[in-house]
Nanobody
């Protein structure tokens, strides 16, 4: 059974950091493009970052630009999203997703999704 499971979310103060994890089971991440999206209440799901099969990284422009780093650990079948200098507007549910074709910002292109992990930034 193909499954993506996010973890690492939580509540942090502004300026804090979090590292989110996306662990895959039922398939190997090596040959997949893995993206992180986020969705705040009342807003559309937006792409944050994506990592390609060869490790190439894509950071989508927007509020989180310059404050995130995506990486993958193929041995552990896990992709990470490091987020720094967090702001209240970063509060959202963060999802990881997978597709076989390319890194894209369109959530409709992704086939497999995790259940999401909540990130709350508040003082």
């Amino acid at each position: 059974q193909v499954k993506l499971v996010e973890s690492g979310g939580g509540s942090v103060q502004p300026g804090g950091s979090l590292r989110l994890s996306c662990a895959a089971s039922g398939f190997t991440l090596d040959y997949r493009y893995i993206a992180w999206f986020r969705q705040a209440p009342g807003k559309e799901r937006e792409a944050v970052s994506c990592i390609g099969r060869n490790g190439g990284m894509v950071y989508y422009g927007g509020p989180v630009s310059g404050r995130t780093a995506i990486s993958r650990d193929n041995a552990n079948n896990t992709v990470y999203l490091q987020m720094n200098s967090l702001k209240p507007e970063d509060t959202a549910v963060y999802y990881c997703a997978s597709q076989a074709r390319a890194c894209t910002a369109n959530y409709g292109d992704y086939v497999f999704w995790g259940q999401g992990t909540q990130v709350t930034v508040s003082s």
